[in-house]
C-alpha cells in the first residue's frame, strides 16, 4: 500500500494541505441538505429502540 498523496487524496475528497476542514465540511452540509430539500430522493428512516 502507497501513502496518500496530495492528489490522491484531493480525489478522494479528503482534505489536502491548506484546505480548510470546516470549509469542506459547510460545502458537504450544504450539498446534504440542497439534495435532501431540493430534490426527489427519498431517505430511510430506521426507528430503532435506544
Known sequence: MT???EETS??????GPG???GAA???AT???????LHSTHRGVVVDSPP
Open 19 to 21: 484546505l480548510d476542514p
Open 3 to 5: 501513502a496518500p498523496t
Open 10 to 15: 484531493a480525489a478522494a475528497g479528503a482534505p
Open 30 to 36: 450544504e450539498a446534504i441538505l440542497r439534495d435532501t
Open 25 to 27: 465540511a459547510a460545502r
